[in-house]
């Protein structure tokens, strides 16, 4: 789509979902941005305060919200403590926390830390098949005595898209409150936050999004609860026009600004202020389009030449992220293979190979070698030789 715009490594990337590649444009936000440090030093700061709010209208079209609504700050797990910390209040009655077992580890270990801190119980929906979750199951979930529901837009393993928008009535129906992982859609695929009613999501901007390894996270919490205070305070959510009074006190930001902590990388920040000008060049409904009509030409590939590897993605394009798992008992093996010959897929424990053929910069090509490759890989056991380095590689 528009692959001249980013810095392509020699070989096939299928790993988008996991780091995004370097875009052009992220580069000279990054440069620019360290040239500021060494000509102005401490003088940048009037440029680099507020640089997070300015990205805001930008950001706030790719989880369809308000500007007002987001604010690019912290990471995903850092985020998630500081949004638990306020929204969730458990009481006698309405105590619990949900969430699946399908969730990336980490948000688990955030949930379970205010569970034990109040003394409560994350309940967690378990899938049928160990890759999906039904619709059934997440709803049966939403009982009475539920305070909060976490749950991924996108399952990081399968790929399944969960229909948050379905979700976020029954949680209103039932007074829980939802919040959303969008990590794995963010970039990705469309997402309308605000009219959907999710209470809080939280997302990275390292995969899809393509701002650079360990690049600032993001927030939205819906306007419904800007009259809340965040529980977690500190001077970068204080109301910016007044912050250098340096009054003992804190005032907060209006919106989803209020939930900054601390003074962020403004580096870190530079590489979104970068790739957010190559959102702004294509439509995310063409980033989605283009995204499924990737993931649908791959699965037609396995199925067609690869009969050993069950595909855990759903078929159905409206329950599809952005990419496509298969499992495989060598799962791990073959991911170090195709590495060894230049394709980069990843693993996840214990048994899927996971390709994203991102929107941006993969093409039908690139999929064609990506399967070719895997078939001589079945065909002659080539795999197999890596057995001794599982432990070395991730
Ligand atoms: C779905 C999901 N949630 C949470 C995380 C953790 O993110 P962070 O390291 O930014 O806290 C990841 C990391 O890849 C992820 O994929």
Known sequence: MLREDFIYPEGIYLDGNSLGLASRSSIKTIENRLKEWQTLAVNGWASWFGLSESLSTDLAQLVGAMPEEVITTGSITTNLHALLATFYKPTDTKKYIVATTLDFPSDLYALQSWTQHYGTELRLISS???????????????????????????????????????????????????GVDAAHSIGALPHDFHDWNADFAVWCSYKYLNAGPGACGGIFVHEKHFHRIPALKGWWGHQKHTVFEMRPYFTHEPGAAAYQISTPSILALAGLEGSLKE????????????????????????????????????????????????RHAHAHLLSLALRARNI?????????????????????????????????????????????????VV
């Open 128 to 178: 049928r098949d160990k890759y999906t979750l039904t619709d059934e199951d997440i709803e049966e979930a939403f009982q009475d005595d539920v305070a909060l529901i976490l749950l991924p837009t996108v399952l990081y393993g399968s790929g399944q898209l969960l229909d948050i928008k379905r979700y976020a009535k029954r949680a209103q129906e039932k007074n829980i409150i939802l």
């Open 279 to 326: 959102f702004k060049k294509v439509n995310i409904l063409d980033i989605r389009k283009r995204s499924l009509e990737l993931t649908t030409y791959l699965m037609e590939l396995i199925d067609q030449h690869l009969p050993e590897l069950e595909i855990v993605t759903p078929r159905n394009e409206e329950r599809r992220g952005g990419h496509v798992s298969v």
């Open 344 to 392: 980069v897929p990843d693993y996840r424990s214990p048994d899927i190979l996971r390709m994203a053929p991102v929107a941006f910069y993969n093409t039908k090509l690139e999929l064609d070698e990506t399967v070719r490759v895997l078939r001589e890989l079945l065909d002659n056991q080539g795999y197999m030789k890596f057995q001794d380095n599982v432990t070395d």
